[in-house]
């Protein structure tokens, strides 16, 4: 069963720093594009971050996000700094994205999601 599994979400204060983590079960997603979405509430899901051989960002988070990978662990990170209370939602894993237009993507599977809260 193919699976991904988010952890890192927290409470934090503006201005601090989390550190998402992903890892991927059941195949190797190493040649995959992978990604990390999120939720606000009474929002869409929107795009945050993709890396496959390089790393694109959301203009929202250019600058305090910084997306990785490992590859032998079969996981991808999110490192975001300076953090607002408008990046508070849930944050979602996501893998075999195919992109479909500017900033938009298509998911072959998606995490279950870790919320992230912003306190001002």
């Known amino acids: 069963q193919v699976q991904l599994v988010e952890s890192g979400g927290g409470l934090v204060q503006a201005g601090g720093s989390l550190r998402l983590s992903c890892t991927a079960s059941?195949?190797?997603?190493?040649?995959?594009?992978m990604g990390w979405f999120r939720q606000a509430p009474g929002k869409e899901r929107e795009f945050v971050a993709a890396i496959k051989w390089g790393e694109v960002y959301a203009d929202s988070v250019k600058g305090r996000f910084t997306i990785s990978r490992d590859k032998a662990k079969n996981s991808v990170y999110l490192q975001m700094n300076s953090l607002k209370s408008e990046d508070t939602a849930v944050y979602y894993c996501?893998?075999?994205?195919?992109?479909?237009?500017?900033?938009?993507?298509?998911?072959?599977?998606w995490g279950q999601g870790t919320l992230v809260t912003v306190s001002s």
């Open positions: 996501a893998a075999d994205l195919i992109e479909s237009g500017n900033y938009e993507y298509t998911v072959g599977v």
């Open positions: 059941g195949r190797t997603f190493s040649y995959s594009r």
